[in-house]
T-cell receptor
Framework: IAGITQAPTSQILAAGRRMTLRCTQDMRHNAMYWYRQDLGLGLRLIHYSNTAGTTGKGEVPDGYSVSRANTDDFPLTLASAVPSQTSVYFC?????????????FGEGSRLTVL | GQNIDQPTEMTATEGAIVQINCTYQ??????LFWYQQHAGEAPTFLSY??LDGLEEKGRFSSFLSRSKGYSYLLLKELQMKDSASYLC??????????WGAGTKLIIKP
């Protein structure tokens, strides 16, 4: 049982470089999310997708882009990385139902931008 | 603005009971969640409250008062493995989750 798989687990990146964080789920969930988690702050939503083919901006979208070509994959791209994007990134999914809407998280990608 | 407040850190003793509080001010309310996050790991779902009252699930219980904008997570018979951060999150009127910064719970023998 895989659930949600993120890659890479960790990465050190030079400022100005382009980086794509990969996220794949095998639960056939409609909704997927990208969050960043920084010390002392709550999880902050970067982008989301309610269903394949659609995406939306979250609380902190600047400098990030996403695509949702199919149900399973939801990559996050940093076009030109900056040090303030150093963070732990979590991909999550849910079935999109409004009874609980429990989120299932990947194990996270720790990104350091120098 | 929208805000979720919870204590930064709490310490408790193995075998005891601890209550972690969460207060919120959000644009609308469509449910409150508690997640557990061990250091270096992903958050995992613990509980969901949408109506006032207490929801019990084994050693963990979660309480909600919508009129007071208040919730707590109660952990009984604490075990060392309960050492983790506990995240409170509220789903607002747009069905977006607003997250607190988390409460780091330290369990001592």
């Amino acid at each position: 049982i895989a659930g949600i798989t993120q890659a890479p687990t960790s990465q050190i990146l030079a400022a100005g470089r382009r980086m794509t964080l990969r996220c794949t789920q095998d639960m056939r969930h409609n909704a997927m999310y990208w969050y960043r988690q920084d010390l002392g702050l709550g999880l902050r939503l970067i982008h989301y997708s309610n269903t394949a083919g659609t995406t939306g901006k979250g609380e902190v979208p600047d400098g990030y882009s996403v695509s949702r070509a199919n149900t399973d994959d939801f990559p996050l791209t940093l076009a030109s990385a900056v040090p303030s994007q150093t963070s732990v990134y979590f991909c999550a999914s849910s079935d999109g139902g409004f009874d609980t809407g429990e989120l299932f998280f990947g194990e996270g990608s720790r990104l350091t931008v120098l | 603005g929208q805000n979720i407040d919870q204590p930064t850190e709490m310490t408790a003793t193995e075998g005891a009971i601890v209550q972690i509080n969460c207060t919120y001010q959000t644009s609308g309310f469509n449910g409150l969640f508690w997640y557990q996050q061990h250091a270096g790991e992903a958050p995992t779902f613990l509980s969901y409250n949408v109506l006032d009252g207490l929801e019990e699930k084994g050693r963990f219980s979660s309480f909600l008062s919508r009129s007071k904008g208040y919730s707590y997570l109660l952990l009984k018979e604490l075990q060392m493995k309960d050492s983790a951060s506990y995240l409170c999150a509220v789903r607002d009127s747009n069905y977006q989750l607003i997250w607190g910064a988390g409460t780091k719970l330290i369990i001592k023998p």
